[in-house]
């Protein structure tokens, strides 16, 4: 199945070189050049993931961002001029699952998206399942995940995730109480090398815990200082 791709930014020229990179890799592509058109565009059309602009003209990326994030878990690759550290915390607190700096390489632009595709819709954590979760579903606390669906709910209720913030549940939560480090959450859910500046995964552990906890009402992720991450049922 062909995976379709929004592609946001007020510069046309940049949009239309994205397009023709992803045409060329057998991904169909729909354009908005603000925010205000995006935003239409998803109201009426079914994209598989957003490649969004941080400066746009009407409305910026990072409003886009929190508006698409208040009901979709579409997989939302944000790119910006911006290269400050900050820049792209907020950019990843905001919602967004990765943030790739301008200028950059079209074929690295291909590949994140790839990879957050994968990511996305076709997941499957490296870690070997522990024995009561074979069957793709399994508890923590109140909380049922469910793998083939991708989804995450506390009595009911769903909890709205984006495919990394998932990721990084379903890893801790099928093997609860053992301890993974920043470089070994992202080696296992991004599928990249990780560097040691790399802030990405507590931007994530930080914005997944906020979500649980407002959920759950208690923690469920602990930080093992110098360490790690760990779920401990």
Known sequence: M????????????????IAIYLKNEGFETVLAHDGVEALDVLGREEPDLLVLDVMMPK????????QVRETRSIPILMVSAKAEDMDKILGLM????????KPFNPLELVVRIKTLIRRAYQYAPAA???????????????????RSTHSVQVEGRSIHLTSTEFGILYLLGS???????AEEIFQHVWKEKYFESNNTVMVHISKLREKLEQEVGSKLITTVWGVGYKIEI
């Not at 409305?59 to 929190?66: I, Q």
């Not at 399942?129 to 909380?143: A, M, N, T, V, Y």
């Not at 093997?175 to 480090?181: A, C, E, H, L, T």
């Open 2 to 17: 062909s995976r379709r791709i929004l592609i946001v930014d007020d510069d046309r020229e940049i949009a239309n070189l």
């Open 59 to 66: 409305l910026d990326g990072m409003e886009v961002c929190r």
């Open 94 to 101: 905001t919602g967004a699952d990765d943030y790739l700096v």
């Open 128 to 146: 070997v399942p522990s024995s009561g979760e074979q069957s793709g579903i399994f508890q923590i606390g109140d909380l049922t995940i469910n």
């Open 175 to 181: 093997n609860p109480g053992r301890v993974y480090s």
